[in-house]
């Protein structure tokens, strides 16, 4: 079967490969156009990340046609879209050196290159989660809670927000004489919020911290259980 792989702020299709049922799953090559870079930050030059060796794990970088402007924020644009030195730099071409700098988009992706040179998709560097295309983010509900009035913090040493799913299923079923088999069913994310106080019988306003998350995160995104 065919596999692909692409972020949206790369319009979808970044990569394509065939994938064989008795190995490992991959997501192929960069398609025409676009070039997909396996790399680790040097604490040196945050401007100039290293390629990692095949087989190593680093991060993806996508650079070439497809990739997207930004988004409407400017400090998410910055951080994720970036203008880096070309990982092979300096370029030699016909006797000449000189160094190129690309835009790329830095995905959060972890990834390596395989001996046959696709590249096998292995986690992220945050927590993202992506259910029916939408994009959630615990960090988010956490940055909230911690910038609250500092009267609802008083008592709190750490806060954080775990997600996890739940399988809901929908009581439909087909309409075949004494066919009892279910035709759809959702899978959603259910996010639970952890204190760590420093008085354990005195327990934070959960509610106060659930109406600030609402307020600024779009309902469905607020944790279910404290």
């Not at 680093?58 to 930004?70: M, P």
Request: a positive charge; glycine letters at 8%; aromatic letters at 12%.
């Amino acid at each position: 079967f065919m596999n692909g792989y692409g972020p949206s702020e790369v319009t979808i299709a970044t990569t394509l490969g065939r994938c064989i049922p008795s190995e490992k799953i991959h997501i192929g090559k960069p398609i025409k156009g676009l070039e997909v870079f396996i790399l680790e930050q040097d604490p040196e030059n945050v401007n100039a990340p290293k390629r990692v060796k095949s087989g190593e794990i680093g991060e993806i970088y996508i650079q070439g046609f497809g990739v997207g402007r930004g988004y409407t924020s400017s400090e998410l644009t910055n951080k994720k879209f970036r203008w880096i030195l070309h990982p092979d730099h300096p370029l030699k071409e016909k006797g000449r050196e000189w160094v190129r700098r690309i835009r790329v988009y830095q995905t959060s992706d972890l990834a390596r290159i395989n001996k046959k040179g696709q590249i096998e998709i292995l986690g992220r560097l945050d927590r993202q989660l992506k259910v029916h295309g939408k994009l959630f983010y615990p960090e988010e509900m956490e940055d909230i809670i911690k910038q609250s009035d500092p009267r609802y913090l008083k008592n709190i040493r750490g806060i954080y927000v775990d997600a996890g799913f739940k399988y809901d299923s929908q009581e439909t079923h087909t309409d075949k004489p004494n066919d009892n088999s279910l035709i759809s069913s959702k899978n959603y994310p259910v996010f639970t919020a952890y204190f760590v106080l420093l008085d354990n019988r005195q327990l934070p306003d959960f509610q106060y911290f659930y109406q600030r998350i609402l307020e600024t995160l779009s309902y469905g995104m607020a944790p279910t259980l404290w």
